[in-house]
């Protein structure tokens, strides 16, 4: 059996709290919000009017993303973490390969300096858990699962530039045979139910990796944020967001398949509808849409209201939005405002003119350039993820 090496050396700097120094640090503008509410462990400032803590998570309001672009500032970005965010020093910091998918079988590693002189890429793409949309297997299909409640705000779009990870792995010596990775990161072991699972890491097939993979080292073009990986995390385009580990720190790679906890127990279907011992790892992520609108939202009656929001698939470009007003029995398409580009997501607007007060529900369904539309129900899975159904908002006309 191979042994991962020892970690990298981290620098633990003083636990941040959420404070004036972390607010200096996130460098945010003064917002409406009062004091920022602390998720333990997460170092960015959390200011109410943006992001509801869950646990050691934070889920960005999807309604506030109607002022932002294309792209989610990384102060507004949701952080999902298993335990906490660990301060890492960028000079301190290493990435070791290790294991018999190496010509060499001795580890090599790649030290920050010598990752930013390679070849950048740069390059849009969404972070969306698996989870994104959980709660609302309970909310709107009655459904119990387990898992942290998200709703729609567990995901966010950033243009990301790093270095590809095919040419680490090259450089590195990947055998041809070599079939699995398994990345992993630098924060503390994830603990839960009194199980130890050791650090948080989920095995990456090798033809992904060569693909479109990305050893991100910047956001929105700045530094990543501690909270979303710094110094060096990976980007895995269109899959869920657990692939994409954040505080890199070493990778095996293998001439035989991998496996972990997160993808044996988590990150697969388990449940009635799929099959006996669980789905296949879960890879895609799914597709979505949603109204830049808080639930239950008042809306006055006999004027005109633009609608807004944003779809997103990771299958393909986004072809169309259609929205219904009317708990869906009639619907129309609504004007899309980005071109449509996999990988990113489309913000779309449709104006509404309610006549008479009294309750709504709102509707917008994704189709996307492959064909796959968003369906009315979700087949549910036990740990509720890939929720793609289409979202019953409730609105109120007064
Ligand atoms: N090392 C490490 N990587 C991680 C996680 C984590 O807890 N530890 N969480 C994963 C999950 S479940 C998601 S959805 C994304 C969230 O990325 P973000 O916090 O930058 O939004 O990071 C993934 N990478
Ligand atoms: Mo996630």
């Not at 981290?10 to 709290?17: E, G, N, T, V, W």
């Not at 609302?136 to 709703?151: E, I, K, P």
């Not at 388990?270 to 879960?282: D, I, M, R």
Request: aromatic content about 8%.
């Amino acid at each position: 059996m191979p042994h991962p090496p020892a970690p990298a050396r981290r620098s633990l700097l003083k636990a941040l709290a959420a404070g004036p120094a972390a607010a200096a640090l996130g460098g945010l503008a003064a917002t409406p919000a009062a004091a920022a509410p602390a998720a333990p462990g997460i170092v960015k400032p959390l200011p109410e009017a943006y992001f509801t803590v869950r646990g050691t998570n934070a889920e960005a309001r999807f309604e506030t993303f109607a002022d932002t672009g294309p792209l989610t500032p990384a102060d507004r970005f949701f952080v999902r973490n298993h335990t906490s965010t660990p301060v890492l020093d960028a000079a301190d910091w290493k990435l070791t390969l290790w294991g018999d998918g190496l010509h060499g079988r001795a580890p090599v590693t790649f030290g920050y300096g010598q990752l930013r002189s390679l070849p950048s890429v740069t390059r849009t793409a969404l972070v969306e858990c698996a989870g994104n949309g959980r709660g609302l297997y309970t909310t709107q299909q009655g459904q119990t699962v387990s898992g942290t409640a998200w709703t729609l705000g567990a995901v966010g779009a950033a243009r990301w530039r790093g270095v590809r990870l095919a040419d680490v792995l090259h450089r590195a010596g990947l055998a041809h045979d070599a079939v699995d990775l398994l990345p992993r990161g630098l924060d503390d072991p994830y603990i839960s139910g009194g199980t130890d699972h050791g650090r948080v890491r989920r095995p990456l097939p090798v033809a992904k990796a060569l693909d479109d993979v990305i050893l991100a080292y910047e956001m929105n073009g700045e530094p990543l944020p501690y909270d979303h990986g710094h110094p060096v995390r990976l980007i895995v385009p269109h899959w869920i967001g657990i692939a994409s580990i954040k505080w890199l720190g070493d990778i095996e790679v293998s001439t035989r398949p991998l496996t972990s906890p997160w993808s044996t127990d988590w990150y697969r279907l388990f449940g009635a509808a799929h099959p006996a011992g669980g789905s296949a790892p879960l890879t895609r992520q799914t597709l979505k849409s949603a109204h830049h609108l808080p639930f239950g939202a008042t809306l006055e009656a006999g004027r005109t209201h633009r609608l807004t929001g944003r779809a997103w698939s990771a299958h393909a470009p986004v072809r169309a939005v259609d929205v219904s007003t009317d708990g869906g029995a009639t619907w129309r398409p609504a004007r899309l405002h980005d071109g449509p580009r996999r990988g990113a997501w489309v913000r779309w607007s449709l104006p509404w003119r309610p006549d008479r007060p009294g309750p709504a529900t709102l509707l917008s369904r994704t189709t996307d350039a492959v064909g796959h539309t968003q369906p009315d129900t979700a087949v549910p899975n036990t740990q509720g993820y890939l929720f793609d159904a289409v979202v019953r908002h409730p609105v109120t006309v007064v």
